[in-house]
């Protein structure tokens, strides 16, 4: 990821290797990490039971929230690809409950239906 897309609030898709050490006290017993997707600081991991969303907080990023999205909480999401002028792709994932969708946004080097098909893959599955 470079660093004008992580400053644009752009999401980069990471190898699950480099995070299933830092991860090995958040997931359950037989979970594992499926994609996973870094802004500058803060993360979101597709398992194979939830979505996870990880924001660093402080200067020094040493306090931690997970936020973890049981799939079956998800009511439904949308994705809007980039445009020939665009610089990025969004996904937007509504949780019951909530009016508000979560949001996220993708370089457009991503292949923003590769995370929908893993998304709808979970919540339709």
Same mark, same amino acid.
């Given at each position: 990821?470079?660093?004008?897309?992580?400053?644009?609030?752009?999401?980069?898709?990471?190898?699950?290797?480099?995070?299933?050490?830092?991860?090995?006290?958040?997931?359950?017993?037989?979970?594992?990490?499926?994609?996973?997707?870094?802004?500058?600081?803060?993360?979101?991991?597709?398992? %194979? #039971?939830? +979505?996870?969303?990880? $924001?660093? &907080?402080?200067?020094?990023?040493?306090? @931690?929230?997970?936020?973890?999205?049981?799939?079956?909480?998800?009511?439904?999401?949308?994705?809007?690809?980039?445009?020939?002028?665009?610089?990025?792709?969004?996904?937007?994932?509504?949780?019951?409950?909530?009016?508000?969708?979560?949001?996220?946004?993708? %370089? #457009?080097? +991503?292949?923003?239906? $590769?995370? &929908?098909?893993?998304?709808?893959?979970? @919540?339709?599955?």
């Amino acid at each position: 990821m470079g660093l004008l897309d992580g400053l644009m609030g752009n999401a980069s898709e990471i190898s699950p290797s480099k995070i299933e050490e830092d991860f090995a006290r958040v997931l359950a017993p037989g979970e594992q990490i499926e994609k996973a997707y870094q802004l500058i600081r803060d993360l979101f991991v597709f398992t %194979n #039971k939830r +979505l996870i969303l990880v $924001d660093r &907080q402080g200067l020094t990023g040493n306090k @931690v929230e997970y936020h973890s999205l049981p799939y079956r909480s998800i009511t439904h999401f949308s994705v809007e690809t980039a445009g020939h002028f665009d610089l990025d792709a969004e996904l937007k994932i509504w949780i019951s409950g909530s009016a508000v969708p979560v949001e996220k946004r993708f %370089n #457009k080097h +991503l292949n923003i239906y $590769d995370v &929908q098909s893993v998304l709808a893959g979970y @919540v339709l599955g």
